[in-house]
């Protein structure tokens, strides 16, 4: 498997416009996650699904954020209408667990808002 | 609720010296403890982890870590660093699956950047 592919690796956008970052998860893993890195937040826990359902969205950050899985190899992370403080990294990870063995983490995107 | 504390943000370290990285939890139950590693410009990568068992765990390049209950700890050491561990090591925790709803999601720390210079 090439492990878990996100897309597009940079992204730079102006303030106010929509921005989809895409996620294909390992196959076969039941489990996705959407992260986001800062310099003064480190790593943050967005949402997470389980079997393509939202388990968790507490960690979005505020309505401008929206995640959705129609499939078991596809997620999107939306952020519509996008602002400077945004701009960050975003990866996406997925497992195949129920004992916490392990999460596989993509390269990331790398977010910036102008 | 569980925490982790990773007290340096930065170790500067010389190629072939011994280096420890510091991890420090809060938790009311037990948990897993989990060392991951990013390397410049990609994700994150296991290093290595504590389920049960020997208190002592091992990666493929070196590094091992030892859970101490009675610390709450969970420190990474390498004996001899090489240039390209230079990266940033997450330490990261979360309590086991439950029997029913699975997957309990890992709380990471702030992270330590490792500068291994010639």
């Known amino acids: 498997d090439a492990g878990v592919i996100q897309s597009p690796r940079h992204e730079v956008t102006e303030m106010g416009q929509e921005v989809t970052l895409r996620c294909k998860p390992i196959?076969?893993?039941?489990?996705l996650f959407w992260y986001r890195q800062t310099m003064m937040r480190g790593l943050e826990l967005l949402i997470y699904?389980?079997?393509?359902?939202?388990?968790?969205d507490s960690g979005m950050p505020e309505d401008r954020f929206s995640a959705k899985m129609p499939n078991a190899s596809f997620s999107t992370l939306k952020i519509q209408p996008s602002e400077p403080r945004d701009s960050a990294v975003y990866f996406c990870?997925?497992?195949?667990?129920?004992?916490?063995?392990?999460?596989?983490f993509g390269q990331g995107t790398r977010l910036t808002v102008v | 609720a569980q925490s982790v504390t990773q007290l340096d943000s930065q170790v500067p370290v010389f190629e072939e010296a011994p280096v420890e990285l510091r991890c420090n939890y809060s938790?009311?139950?037990?948990?897993?403890l989990f060392w991951y590693v990013q390397y410049p410009n990609q994700g994150l990568q296991l290093l290595l982890k504590?389920?049960?068992?020997?208190?002592l765990v091992e990666s493929i390049n070196g590094f091992e870590a030892e859970f101490n209950k009675s610390q709450t700890s969970f420190h990474l050491r390498k004996p001899s660093v090489h240039i390209s561990d230079t990266a940033e090591y997450f330490c990261?925790?979360?309590?086991?699956?439950?029997?029913?709803?699975?997957?309990?999601?890992?709380?990471f720390g702030t992270g330590t950047r490792l500068l291994v210079s010639p």
């Open positions: 990870a997925s497992s195949l667990t129920t004992t916490n063995t392990e999460a596989f």
């Open positions: 699904f389980n079997n393509n359902v939202p388990i968790d």
């Open positions: 504590y389920l049960s068992g020997s208190t």
């Open positions: 196959s076969g893993h039941d489990y």
């Open positions: 990261a925790v979360s309590p086991p699956a439950r029997v029913n709803t699975g997957f309990q999601k890992l709380v």
């Open positions: 938790s009311s139950v037990s948990v897993y």
